[in-house]
């Protein structure tokens, strides 16, 4: 579980909320992405954020996997908005912090 205070994460709720007009609610739901992060935030020395695009429906590995073509758009304007905050030294200071853990 990563740092929520930390400014990589409060941009990705910001984004989040920004997209989908609503705050996200943080729900740990996943394979092996825990192995994965920590690897690869020791490797890097930098925090990693994984940003779903699906839904828990989506049968995602599973026979008949799919995913939504809104949630596709919507994931990936979720990335160009973090990506343009990240890009902005003033959005770090403004990007609220807080969000609720389901």
């Not at 992060?37 to 930098?46: G, N, Q």
Request: with cysteine; charged share 15%; glycine share 10%.
């Amino acid at each position: 579980v990563g740092d929520l205070q930390k400014p990589i994460f409060c941009l990705a709720l910001q984004a989040l909320r920004l997209v989908w007009g609503q705050q996200p609610q943080l729900v740990r739901e996943g394979g092996s992405y825990g192995g994965v992060t920590t690897f690869l935030e020791d490797i890097l020395a930098a925090p990693a954020v994984h940003l779903p695009l699906g839904q828990a429906s989506d049968n995602a590995h599973l026979p008949n996997e799919r995913i939504r073509v809104h949630n596709l758009v919507q994931g990936q304007q979720v990335i160009e908005r973090l990506l343009g905050l990240l890009g902005d030294p003033a959005s770090e200071e403004a990007a609220p912090c807080h969000a609720p853990r389901a």
